[in-house]
């Protein structure tokens, strides 16, 4: 049983399109992240959600729009997709508190051509 | 987040205790030293995490040193499947804090 699950692993699309990554956890964590790991493999955090509710926003372009209808989900959505979008996206959740550590997924490769 | 400092990549051979150190020289009172792996395309891995004593579980052994300023992951026994980028993060016990991960050491186990 996967705990932090993505979908698509891999996705490939045109300049201008929109798509979604979606990522659910079953491990009752009530916090979860979107991070981004660009070419230079830096990962940074985009979003999180307690409980459905936003609590941190790191200056993402508006295109991108997190929703999370239960605290299980996590659901990352992409408006007019840019080549430098272009990065690894990785879903995580913690509980609790740091000291819980956080569990993240296996992260969705994006390639926007 | 306090700053981190680690090297960039160190090399280890095979069943071998690798050490990594961090320098966290800024950490404040109530934050602790995490530390995540990030084993080639997969998602970061929660490895161990300390406030001032020293720990250990299955993966590795944490050294803080008193001060708190500085501490050493230790793999007891590396393995191929330890290479990977290791992060050491320090981070607040309070709320869900979020990962401010550095460049991080890129550990090579060779055989």
């Known amino acids: 049983d996967t705990a932090v699950s993505q979908t698509p692993k891999y996705l490939v699309t045109q300049m201008g399109n929109d798509k979604s990554i979606k990522c659910e956890q079953n491990?009752?964590?009530?916090?979860m992240y979107w991070y981004k790991q660009d070419s230079k493999k830096f990962l940074k955090i985009m979003f999180s959600?307690?409980?459905?509710?936003?609590?941190i926003n790191e200056t993402v372009p508006n295109r991108f729009s997190p929703k999370s209808p239960d605290k299980a989900h996590l659901n990352l959505h992409i408006n007019s997709l840019e080549l430098g979008d272009s990065a690894v996206y990785f879903c995580a959740s913690s509980q609790g508190g740091a000291t819980l550590g956080y569990t993240f997924g296996s992260g969705t490769r994006l390639t926007v051509v | 987040d306090a700053k981190t400092t680690q090297p960039p990549s160190m090399d280890c051979a095979e069943g071998r205790a690798a050490n990594l150190p961090c320098n966290h020289s800024t950490i404040s009172g109530n934050e602790y030293v995490y530390w995540y792996r990030q084993i080639h395309s997969q998602g970061p891995q929660y490895i161990i995490h300390?406030?001032?004593n020293n720990e250990t579980n299955e993966m590795a052994s944490l050294i803080i040193t008193e001060d708190r300023k500085s501490s050493t992951l230790i793999l007891p026994h590396a393995t191929l499947r330890d290479t990977a980028v290791y992060y050491c993060?320090?981070?607040?016990?309070?709320?869900?804090?979020?990962?401010?991960f550095g460049t991080g050491t890129r550990l090579t186990i060779i055989p």
């Open positions: 959600y307690n409980n459905k509710e936003l609590i």
């Open positions: 300390g406030l001032k």
């Open positions: 491990l009752g964590h009530d916090t």
């Open positions: 993060i320090v981070i607040p016990n309070f709320g869900n804090e979020k990962l401010t």
